[in-house]
């Protein structure tokens, strides 16, 4: 139990970071490079640590970490991208907050898991309480936006699934995993990032800082955490942390912005915490059925 407390938090750590990516790139980054700024959040970091681990993918590693990589860094840094220009950020945050929801859906599909409807149960809390935190009462509903957005979600889901069902493989370390998965999504972000936006023209102290802090701890830290934990601990349970990633946003928004949170953005953020604790937790039946079993 404290083996696996440990590991949650230190998995947790991953969406918290990512959290910090809103603030980071309208308060740090040069403006309309979106796509320049996911590239460089997953290939520099890709590469060094693929110089720090020396190991490369071997045998049907090769295409399943190209998979691994497009699925949830590649594809879902662009969709992520267009949910955010076409949507009012509260409204793109709740549609990845239903990321666990999709899944515990995919774990049945995918990984022929039971439905876990604890799990799935506060995941619908969950996207709820993300709701009440950052929805106004001026939030527009774009249709291709909401697409994007649910788009984005399902990639990740899915990535997150299949990382779940091909496990590391032995004698990789946690860092070479991410290296891998990092590079490969790079490399599908690169020559739509040199096509469509190019290099800023313009990069200052503040940007490289930016981009140091997105790449390094919100990547390969970040995501070295979280395919770690993911290889461990169940999959529903550990897709509910990313439910840190709004909140955190949020809270940043208090912190640094000078925000404030009403009573009911207040029951919300209590909802979506509840949310996430609870779905760490296996029942008593469930854990006296596997018992008997």
Do not use: C
Request: hydrophobic share 55%.
């Amino acid at each position: 139990m404290v083996n696996r407390a440990s590991l949650t938090l230190a998995t947790a750590v991953a969406p918290a970071v990512w959290g910090t990516t809103y603030l980071v790139t309208t308060e740090l980054l040069p403006p309309g490079h979106p796509l320049f700024a996911a590239l460089m959040r997953s290939l520099p970091a890709g590469l060094l640590a693929l110089l720090r681990s020396r190991a490369l993918p071997r045998g049907a590693w090769w295409w399943k970490a190209a998979v691994l990589g497009a699925l949830n860094i590649g594809f879902f840094f662009p969709l992520l991208f267009v949910a955010a220009e076409r949507l009012p950020g509260g409204v793109a945050a709740t549609l990845g907050a239903a990321q666990p929801i999709i899944v515990a859906v995919l774990a049945v599909v995918i990984l022929s898991e039971r439905v876990s409807g604890w799990r799935l149960g506060w995941g619908v809390v969950g996207v709820l309480g993300v709701g009440l935190v950052v929805l106004g009462p001026g939030a527009v509903f774009d249709p291709a936006g909401i697409i994007a957005g649910l788009t984005g979600a399902a990639a990740m889901g899915t990535g997150v699934i299949l990382t779940k069902r091909w496990r590391r493989p032995e004698g990789v370390s946690a860092v070479g995993f991410a290296g891998w998965q990092l590079t490969a999504g790079g490399l599908v972000l690169l020559a739509p990032t040199l096509l469509i936006e190019g290099v800023p023209g313009q990069v200052d102290a503040p940007a490289v800082a930016g981009y140091l802090w997105l790449g390094i701890v919100g990547g390969l830290v970040a995501y070295t955490l979280w395919f770690s934990g993911l290889r461990t601990l169940p999959v529903t349970a550990t897709s509910l942390l990313g439910l840190l990633s709004p909140l955190v946003a949020a809270l940043l928004g208090v912190v640094v912005a000078g925000e404030t949170l009403n009573p009911l953005q207040l029951i919300g953020f209590t909802l979506a915490l509840a949310a996430l604790g609870a779905g760490q937790i296996t029942p008593r039946s469930r854990t006296r059925k596997r018992l008997s079993s």
